[in-house]
């Protein structure tokens, strides 16, 4: 596991390298990449579809802007396979999901937490995988960077990643400790 602040030199356009803001917490590289091409589909699963659709409208988005490809949004069921080279974007909470990502060296333990997001790549896969709409999305964002344009379309180079939010506390819970805490007041 190799844990990067600035990463990936890896078949990025004229041998730049980029960088991925903010930068994940574990990243592993891989070799390959994942084709984004025209029979592309983004998968998102039912039961989340409208919290989720935010993220995948993002992404194929994204993708039609950089290489002019429109990609086709569907839902799936959870226990649904979907089908080769297809973006997937799912729920954590799904078994199947989880325990690929763990074959794969991507574990969703409690570090992740509610925010934080799963993504793997490789020849044949790329999913994005989270315990929340807004863990989703955040992926989504990682997602995008790393997108290439290539001759075919656009490219993800294979890549495992987990990353999570470095402040877990949440603005309610931020609000009560102000609220409880003594605040001076200036002097007239």
Avoid at 11 to 36: I, M, N, T, Y
Avoid at 51 to 56: G, P, S
Avoid at 142 to 158: D, H, S, V, Y
Wanted: some cysteine.
């Amino acid at each position: 596991m190799l844990c990067a602040p600035a990463l990936l030199g890896l078949d990025a356009p004229r041998g730049k390298d980029f960088r991925l803001e903010p930068a994940p917490k574990e990243v592993q590289l891989g070799s390959g990449a994942f084709q984004v091409g025209p029979h592309t589909k983004i998968f998102v699963q039912l039961g989340h579809q409208s919290e989720d659709r935010i993220a995948a409208e993002t992404l194929a988005e994204e993708v039609l802007d950089q290489s002019g490809l429109r990609l086709n949004i569907q839902g799936m069921k959870a226990a649904a396979k979907a089908e080769g080279g297809a973006i997937v974007l799912a729920r954590l909470q799904d078994e199947r999901v989880r325990s690929f990502l763990a074959r794969n060296g991507l574990n969703a333990d409690a570090e992740v937490g509610e925010d934080g997001y799963l993504l793997f790549s490789d020849k044949s896969h790329l999913i994005v995988a989270a315990n929340s709409g807004e863990g989703l999305f955040y992926g989504v964002q990682t997602l995008r960077q790393l997108l290439r344009p290539n001759e075919k379309g656009l490219m993800c180079p294979a890549v495992g990643i987990r990353d999570w939010p470095s402040l877990q506390q949440t603005a309610p819970s931020i609000s009560r400790e102000l609220a409880q805490s003594e605040v001076s007041k200036p002097r007239e």
